[in-house]
């Protein structure tokens, strides 16, 4: 949700390249409807988008985002910006690797001191199926670089958004688990 | 799909224990783990706020205090998303029984 009530979202199907989209929902006058405005159309892979709302509440002129997709297909970050004539244009953060990173981002991402956070699908070697919790940092350079902070073990599936406590730590939800129950779990990471 | 706006006139329920599930670099704590958990989010009162699987709506505090809200009635549908609203309530998605 942005400013004034707005809402923003995304879909992974649909505009001119059937790749998926990005819009917005304006809130009607008393009485009246909601209009959707067409601010962005995928081209080139089909982008699965799921929008971070914390950044943009603070910055209008922003919207951050993250999809399947990339240079490697592994999924990306990136930022839509608007500009003047209302266009707006797609910068790529971070392209996730096929090897090395863990891979599809699937969480709406959570924006805390110049650092960006979310979860993906996968893990790594054993914990490969399970998914993880990852922070992107930009470095002096201006390049954006992954540091895993969590791997989860079996299924767990991460499911939604983070939440980042003032204090540092991470909130969390799983569907599924690796125990016997296959349940899912409400977690705390408190990170070293 | 519905949605239902969470009010805060809620009794004290439960307060399970927290305990550890694995251990990495960093420390993680199983809060909560009797079945599917789909979503989470921070409060106006700056706890942290999740739906659980047997149609409450669970909530933990910073210093870690559990308690567990029964909202819903028969047919309401099962909850499965939230978020905190700009009119300062918390909103619930409820998915179709």
């Not at chain 1, 809402?7 to 809130?27: C, W």
């Amino acid at each position: 949700m942005g400013a004034n009530g707005v809402l923003y979202g995304a879909t992974a199907y649909g505009g001119s390249s059937g790749a998926g989209t990005v819009f917005e929902l304006l809130p009607p006058a008393a009485g009246g409807t909601w209009s959707a405005v067409l601010l962005y159309t995928f081209t080139g892979r089909r982008w699965s988008c799921t929008l971070a709302t914390s950044g943009y509440r603070k910055r209008r002129d922003s919207l951050r985002d993250y999809s399947g997709g990339g240079s490697a297909g592994a999924g990306t970050v990136f930022t839509l910006t608007p500009g003047q004539d209302g266009i707006w244009t797609k910068t790529a953060l971070y392209d996730f690797a096929k090897t090395g990173d863990r891979k599809i981002p699937d969480s709406p991402l959570v924006l805390r001191s110049n650092a960006i956070y979310g979860t993906a699908a996968t893990g790594t070697g054993a914990h490969n199926a399970g998914g993880s919790i990852f922070v992107l940092r930009k470095t002096a350079g201006g390049a954006w670089t992954e540091t895993v902070l969590h791997d989860f073990a079996g299924a767990a599936g991460p499911s939604g958004s983070l939440v980042i406590e003032k204090g540092g730590a991470i909130y969390g939800a799983t569907t599924s688990g690796p125990g016997p129950t296959g349940s899912g779990m409400v977690y705390k990471i408190a990170l070293q | 799909m519905k949605s239902a706006r969470l009010l805060w006139t809620l009794p004290l329920l439960t307060v399970p224990e927290i305990s550890q599930a694995q251990q990495m670099a960093n420390t993680v704590y199983n809060i909560q783990a009797s079945g599917s958990y789909w979503a989470i989010t921070t409060g106006p009162d700056g706890a942290v706020w999740f739906p659980e699987p047997s149609d409450k709506i669970g909530r933990i505090t910073t210093a870690g205090v559990i308690t567990s809200y029964s909202i819903l009635n028969a047919g309401d549908g099962g909850p499965s998303g939230i978020a905190a609203g700009p009119d300062g309530a918390l909103w619930v998605h409820l998915a179709a029984q």
